[in-house]
């Protein structure tokens, strides 16, 4: 993973949701992902970019 972590703007992270439920969403560090749980889903981010399509999330494992 790139050695800069993107941070993301808790005030951005208030405004986000998940494009498929809705929900909320929260930032996991270590992935550099927004991550929702009620989709178990992950958006990545790139470039300090969050990538809020469905198509480009990756299914969470139990």
């Known amino acids: 993973m790139d050695e800069k972590l993107s941070k993301?703007?808790?005030?951005?992270?208030d405004?986000?949701?998940c494009p498929l439920?809705?929900?909320r969403?929260?930032?996991n560090r270590e992935?550099?992902?927004l991550?929702?749980?009620s989709a178990q889903?992950?958006?990545p981010i790139r470039d300090g970019?969050?990538?809020m399509l469905v198509s480009e999330a990756r299914r969470l494992e139990d």
């Open 8 to 13: 993301v703007d808790p005030k951005l992270l």
């Open 21 to 23: 439920t809705k929900g």
């Open 25 to 27: 969403l929260s930032f």
């Open 41 to 43: 889903l992950a958006y």
């Open 49 to 51: 970019i969050p990538i």
């Open 15 to 17: 405004l986000l949701v």
């Open 35 to 37: 991550v929702s749980r």
């Open 31 to 33: 992935t550099n992902e």
